[in-house]
């Protein structure tokens, strides 16, 4: 039995039933095989069982020698005259293995060999992890030691990657994740949380836990006690969100940097997660607290729908001028799109705004740098009418798998293009294309292959490089924004060069990022020095995005959280897009007479 989809989805008919009584609605349906790939409710002591799927074999055995022996020497001969005619036509030295393992369009290259080999990297990763780590929330690989951001720990590595563990068929790690999760973790402890780390990571895992294993009760409480701890930090004057709250005392704390402002990134979200909560439990309040701050933040109806990076809580205004898609800016873009793909595409006000937004980077942060014309998506330092920098984070590498995902809804391309195919649509996916490409040769322009934290794109005629990398950006911290669009763009246009890239990205983190001692692999000090000096720090999002991605990039079957039914979060936790109706709706409509581009309040 292999990971499938769960096929059904848990009837909520009643708003006021307690998480103790849900009851689930059972569905199964018959694999290729004839087994069922439904996933029905687990028992509290129960987990689904996943074993890795069968091979399917292109060719049968012959029962007659003859045909047999006619059969091989035809495949012999074949191959003979193939090598023959390729050693003849080359027209260059390449190795002759590159044109059945390596080079593109050269021959078949064994995707799923390359998937092992990445369940192979999460493997060792999970392994010194839980060796030196179990339960704990930092991971140092290099010294084997460990600590706690909460004073009983939070889950973060593990409730992180439960999902990756169910998509990968790990059954028996996952059960003592499972374990853990179930008798150690807490979330009454009286300790001050990022309100948006603490709901991608901690709320998103375990609702995708619970949707992957079949609706097990027990993720789904631990999720919703989490997700009512968070709300005081909502409590705000305008309902936008405070950085932090207190998971014991449910104070909303404001940032301690910054003048008291939310990350605009950060407070816009939180709306995927909330609202599935708001589904799965019946309780409108999450909903309404997690639509309010879009409400708020699009009545300052920013410039050509570029936000600064920067919010205040009490006033609902921009604090600062800078507009980036980088850090502190990337996700509120992510998550307009992707609220509209999560209700079934039903509240067309977030598409509006997404629409509105991506005409808005055309028109002021896309370029091309020198000599070669890469395009990168700039910075606004001082603002909408300020100068250009040509400053761009690894984190912006989201954005063409998000454009690709806007401009089909998830679709595959051919599917998307029967489909009244749209100028902007067309745009919207040469600029996924070419960003892509972008983020690609950020790891192809450094010695080791491994991107660094931030790049700069040259825009002097008179140098011969297009990217550099300054020594205090040329840290590596296993980010999963390009693998993620590989992923994407390969589910969508199918084009083998997205594959190709994300190999090379894997192997380049095998050679350069992988401890020898078997503990795994380790962030670096710089990407650009050869042997590099490790950082010594597992993300844990190494192992909820990076290898997720990088192994749903090498798995052949499309069905396997298909674009079209599921959303992803920005951690990489999938989650079910679903019908709204009839217990909710969008509570909020836009104002047609906004004033243009409020002052933004003084830094």
């Given at each position: 039995m292999s990971f499938s989809v769960p096929q059904s989805m848990p009837d909520f008919s009643s708003t006021a039933r307690s998480v103790e009584d849900y009851v689930w609605s059972k569905a199964s349906s018959s694999g290729p095989s004839g087994t069922s790939?439904?996933?029905?409710?687990?028992?509290?002591?129960?987990?689904?069982?996943y074993k890795d799927k069968p091979i399917n074999l292109s060719f049968s055995q012959r029962s007659k020698r003859a045909r047999?022996?006619?059969?091989?020497?035809?495949?012999?001969?074949?191959?003979?005259?193939?090598?023959?005619?390729?050693?003849?036509s080359s027209a260059n030295d390449r190795p002759l293995s590159?044109?059945?393992?390596?080079?593109?369009?050269?021959?078949?290259?064994?995707?799923?060999?390359?998937?092992?080999?990445?369940?192979?990297?999460?493997?060792?990763?999970?392994?010194?992890?839980?060796?030196?780590?179990?339960?704990?929330?930092?991971?140092?690989?290099?010294?084997?030691?460990?600590?706690?951001?909460?004073?009983?720990?939070?889950?973060?590595?593990?409730?992180?990657?439960?999902?990756?563990?169910?998509?990968?068929?790990?059954?028996?790690?996952?059960?003592?994740?499972?374990?853990?999760?179930?008798?150690?973790?807490?979330?009454?402890?009286?300790?001050?949380?990022?309100?948006?780390?603490?709901?991608?990571?901690?709320?998103?895992?375990?609702?995708?836990?619970?949707?992957?294993?079949?609706?097990d009760d027990m993720y789904l409480e631990k999720a919703v006690d989490l997700a009512s701890r968070l709300l005081?930090?909502?409590?705000s004057a305008t309902?936008?969100?405070?950085?932090?709250?207190?998971?014991?005392?449910?104070?909303?704390?404001?940032?301690?940097?910054?003048?008291?402002?939310?990350?605009?990134?950060?407070?816009?979200?939180?709306?995927?997660?909330?609202?599935?909560?708001?589904?799965?439990?019946?309780?409108?309040?999450?909903?309404?607290?997690?639509?309010?701050?879009?409400?708020?933040?699009?009545?300052?109806?920013?410039?050509?729908?570029?936000?600064?990076?920067?919010?205040?809580?009490?006033t609902g205004g921009f604090?600062?001028?800078?507009?980036?898609?980088?850090?502190?800016?990337d996700s509120y873009y992510e998550y307009l799109l992707k609220q509209f793909l999560q209700t079934n595409k039903r509240e067309v006000i977030y598409r509006q705004m997404y629409d509105e937004s991506m005409a808005g980077l055309k028109k002021r942060l896309i370029q091309k740098s020198k000599p070669r014309g890469f395009t990168y998506v700039a910075e606004l330092d001082h603002g909408i009418d300020g100068a250009l920098s040509p400053k761009m984070d690894h984190l912006v590498c989201f954005l063409p798998g998000n454009l690709a995902l806007g401009s089909t809804d998830g679709y595959p391309l051919f599917v998307a293009q029967r489909n009244s195919w749209t100028v902007s649509q067309a745009s919207d996916m040469k600029l996924a294309k070419d960003l892509t490409r972008t983020c690609y040769e950020m790891y192809k322009?450094?010695?080791?292959?491994?991107?660094?934290?931030?790049?700069?794109?040259?825009?002097?005629?008179?140098?011969?490089?297009?990217?550099?990398?300054?020594?205090?950006?040329?840290?590596?911290l296993q980010r999963p924004e390009t693998v993620e669009s590989l992923f994407i763009m390969w589910r969508i246009t199918k084009d083998p060069i997205y594959r190709e890239w994300g190999w090379e990205i894997f192997d380049a983190f095998r050679r350069y990022a992988h401890l020898p001692d078997g503990t795994g692999y380790t962030c670096l000090e710089s990407v650009?020095?050869?042997?590099?000096?490790?950082?010594?720090?597992?993300?844990?999002?190494?192992?909820?995005?990076?290898?997720?991605?990088?192994?749903?990039?090498?798995?052949?079957?499309?069905?396997?959280?298909?674009?079209?039914?599921?959303?992803?979060?920005?951690?990489?936790?999938?989650?079910?897009?679903?019908?709204?109706?009839?217990?909710f709706k969008t509570g909020w409509k836009r104002s047609s007479n906004q004033p243009d581009a409020p002052a933004a309040e003084a830094p």
């Open positions: 790939s439904g996933r029905h409710r687990a028992a509290e002591s129960d987990l689904p069982l047999s022996t006619w059969i091989m020497t035809g495949v012999v001969l074949g191959v003979i005259m193939y090598m023959l005619y390729r050693i003849g590159s044109w059945f393992f390596g080079g593109r369009g050269r021959g078949e290259i064994i995707w799923k060999d390359r998937q092992i080999q990445v369940k192979e990297a999460f493997l060792e990763s999970w392994n010194g992890y839980e060796k030196y780590a179990f339960g704990k929330d930092i991971f140092r690989p290099v010294a084997k030691t460990s600590s706690n951001m909460a004073p009983e720990g939070m889950g973060w590595i593990i409730v992180d990657c439960l999902d990756t563990m169910m998509i990968m068929n790990l059954e028996e790690p996952l059960q003592r994740a499972r374990e853990w999760v179930a008798n150690n973790l807490t979330y009454d402890q009286d300790y001050e949380v990022n309100t948006f780390e603490t709901t991608i990571r901690m709320l998103g895992g375990l609702l995708s836990a619970h949707y992957l294993s079949g609706f005081p930090a909502f409590d309902g936008v969100p405070y950085a932090s709250v207190n998971l014991h005392t449910g104070i909303g704390i404001p940032s301690h940097a910054d003048g008291g402002a939310s990350s605009t990134a950060e407070a816009t979200s939180l709306q995927l997660e909330f609202k599935y909560v708001s589904k799965l439990t019946g309780e409108a309040l999450y909903w309404e607290k997690a639509e309010k701050v879009i409400e708020v933040l699009d009545s300052k109806k920013a410039v050509d729908s570029l936000a600064p990076i920067f919010i205040m809580p009490e604090r600062g001028n800078q507009i980036r898609l980088g850090s502190r800016g322009t450094t010695k080791t292959g491994i991107a660094p934290e931030i790049v700069y794109f040259n825009t002097d005629d008179k140098i011969t490089d297009d990217i550099s990398i300054k020594w205090q950006d040329s840290h590596n650009n020095e050869v042997p590099p000096r490790p950082r010594d720090n597992m993300e844990s999002f190494w192992l909820a995005e990076t290898l997720k991605y990088l192994y749903l990039l090498f798995e052949d079957d499309d069905s396997i959280l298909p674009l079209d039914e599921i959303v992803f979060n920005t951690e990489a936790h999938p989650f079910p897009r679903f019908n709204m109706e009839p217990l």
